[in-house]
């Protein structure tokens, strides 16, 4: 069965201290990965799509990466604004026009 | 900028009641979909819809129901409450295959 899995479940950082949540699927015919943040008792926002393996995607301390198994969301010098739950989604061909997503993330950045 | 409503924030309903979420996007966008959101559980699909009048089963539609009588809205039917239904609801819509979503804020239910 394809599954979409996240770790850790749960992430303690300091400020500064720059770190990657990973994102690994077991999916046929990949179509799209998309990552996204969601902050308490708000809907999940859009941060990168990648398409295939090689490709990167940046937004300010973020960086998205894909190979053909993970996708690493790394952040670096994170600051405590960056704490939220951070979700990823794959796209299968299969699916149409769903995505799979994982359990998420959850970042705590203190200052 | 693009925005899908969710028409309310918090909903507290009674057990037996029927209860809509409505959900509004104004990207003219094809697909909406459906999401219940759980601690533990993560997003699981409810229903889907690609066009106009279409509906599509998700994972678990089990006590729902849906309706998308215009291309911008798409409502969810709680045909009549549970309290296992409480939980947070998410709405979504993209424009066609390989976009991604674009979520509403959500509606916390509360099923008492």
């Known amino acids: 069965e394809d599954q979409v899995t996240q770790s850790p479940e749960a992430l303690r950082l300091q400020e500064g201290e720059s770190s990657s949540l990973n994102c690994s699927y077991t999916?046929?015919?990949?179509?799209?990965l998309f990552w996204y943040r969601q902050d308490p008792g708000k809907g999940p926002e859009f941060l990168f799509t990648l398409y295939s393996a090689g490709e990167e995607k940046e937004k300010e301390r973020l960086k998205a990466t894909l190979t053909k198994k993970e996708s690493f969301l790394h952040i670096t010098a994170p600051k405590p604004e960056d704490s939220a739950t951070y979700l990823c989604a794959v796209h299968v061909m299969e699916y149409g026009n769903k995505l799979v997503f994982g359990a998420g993330t959850i970042l705590r950045v203190k200052s | 900028d693009v925005k899908v409503t969710q028409s309310s924030r918090y909903l507290v309903k009674r057990t037996g009641e029927k209860v809509f979420l409505e959900c509004v996007q104004d990207?003219?966008?094809?697909?909406m979909f459906w999401y219940r959101q759980d601690p533990g559980l993560g997003l699981r699909l409810i229903y889907f819809?690609?066009?106009?009048?279409?509906?599509e089963k998700g994972d678990i539609p089990e006590g729902y129901s849906v309706s998308r009588e215009k291309k911008e809205r798409f409502s969810l039917i709680l045909e009549s409450a549970s309290t296992n239904q409480t939980s947070m609801y998410l709405c979504?819509?993209?424009?066609?295959?390989?976009?991604?979503?674009?979520f509403g804020s959500g509606t916390r239910l509360t099923v008492v």
């Open positions: 979504a819509s993209s424009f066609n295959q390989g976009y991604g979503y674009t």
């Open positions: 819809s690609y066009d106009v009048k279409m509906k």
């Open positions: 999916v046929s015919g990949l179509r799209g």
């Open positions: 990207m003219d966008h094809e697909n």
